[in-house]
């Protein structure tokens, strides 16, 4: 049985889609597009099973179109149905995987189209028993002992990205293990449970974790299991006790089960803490920034003032001088010591504050630990 081929004909000659439509439009699933451009815009969102590219198109966009999906890893497999004159077929570098020279009749392109379908639909027969032929692989594999269980959560634990993910990730190992029991998991003063009813932790089990969770790492009495570690107790209430040897299996696995929340826990918890500690060093750096930029606004501002201040007193005794009647060189001499010390105080209040550079180099370094932050305006 063919299957409908969802097709995309890419041509602006209105003679041969006139032609043509009612014949694509019946077989196929067709979308029409009349440019190169309009071509490559729909590919963004979907992919047909084949194209029929006319040559025609302005300006070789037809053979630049063909190179570009050649050269496209995702849709160089993409199947491609030239369509154009002999001598366009004929150019180099022309690497399409069938052609229709043009004019092209209805009963070529009817016949053309069934056996792409047939062509298509052995592909898809092919795809559908791979599938199944992995499917059954990875069941087997699966099948192959309760550690393909643990081996599973290990994997998909990465993906998780908090704690009440990981446990519910957990408590799915123990049901394929057909096991009863639950997982306790506490971290800083806070807690959860949950169990593989999927109800919540009767206080009997609570009980029994509680008890047990400081007396040793693996405990095991009336067909029950504790296991522990600092962040997570995990509680089977009903061993296989009749069989020794899934026993000893089980009690390895769920160990071995226990450590891998454990590890993941602990991971969490310590990309939490990194979190909060640089969102901390970034608010420490943001206020340290807006505190800088506030002193070098009031140190300039008292630099203004003191150097007015200066400059006035400085002023006042000149003027004084010139009432006291002292001697012309005295007199001199005083002035310059006055215009000696205004420039030493110029000097002094003129020096960039070392405070200042200081604290650009502390937020410079805080950025650095930080990652960025989004520096004042």
């Not at 096991?179 to 449970?193: K, N, R, T």
Request: aromatic share 6%; hydrophobic share 45%; net charge negative.
């Amino acid at each position: 049985m063919t299957i409908k081929l969802f097709v995309f004909l890419v041509s602006d000659d209105e003679n041969f889609i006139a032609q043509h439509k009612a014949l694509l439009s019946r077989e196929t699933d067709l979308n029409v597009h009349r440019s190169a451009a309009d071509c490559r815009n729909a590919l963004a969102s979907r992919r047909p099973d084949l194209i029929l590219l006319d040559a025609g198109l302005p300006d070789d966009d037809a053979f630049k179109l063909n190179r570009e999906l050649r050269d496209d890893f995702d849709l160089a497999d993409l199947y491609q149905v030239l369509i154009g004159t002999a001598d366009d077929l004929a150019r180099d570098g022309v690497e399409a995987d069938d052609l229709l020279v043009k004019p092209v009749h209805e009963p070529v392109l009817r016949h053309k189209l069934a056996l792409l379908g047939r062509i298509f639909s052995e592909k898809a027969a092919v795809r559908d028993q791979m599938a199944y032929a992995q499917n059954v692989a990875f069941t087997s594999m699966s099948a192959m002992g309760e550690l393909g269980v643990v081996m599973q959560f290990l994997s998909k634990s990465f993906g998780c990205h908090n704690i009440q993910s990981v446990a519910a990730l957990a408590i799915e190992s123990l049901r394929q293990y057909e096991l009863l029991g639950a997982v306790y998991i506490i971290w800083e003063g806070d807690g959860m449970a949950l169990t593989t009813e999927g109800t919540a932790l009767p206080d009997s089990q609570r009980n029994l974790i509680e008890q047990r969770r400081t007396l040793g790492r693996i405990l095991e009495i009336d067909r029950k299991l504790v296991v522990n570690f600092d962040h997570v107790t995990v509680l089977v209430s009903n061993l296989p006790e009749d069989d020794a040897q899934r026993l000893g299996r089980i009690r390895d696995n769920i160990a071995t089960l226990a450590e891998g929340i454990e590890s993941r826990i602990a991971g969490l918890l310590l990309e939490h803490d990194n979190i909060l500690k640089q969102q901390g060093i970034r608010y420490a750096a943001y206020e340290i920034r807006n505190s800088v930029k506030n002193l070098h606004a009031r140190q300039m501002a008292d630099l203004t003032h003191s150097r007015e201040l200066i400059s006035q007193v400085i002023d006042e005794f000149e003027q004084a001088f010139l009432h006291t009647g002292i001697p012309s060189a005295i007199e001199n001499q005083l002035i310059g010591d006055l215009v000696d010390l205004r420039r030493k105080i110029s000097e002094i209040v003129g020096r960039p504050g070392e405070v200042h550079e200081q604290l650009n180099i502390v937020i410079a370094a805080l950025d650095t630990i930080a990652g960025t932050v989004d520096a004042a305006a």
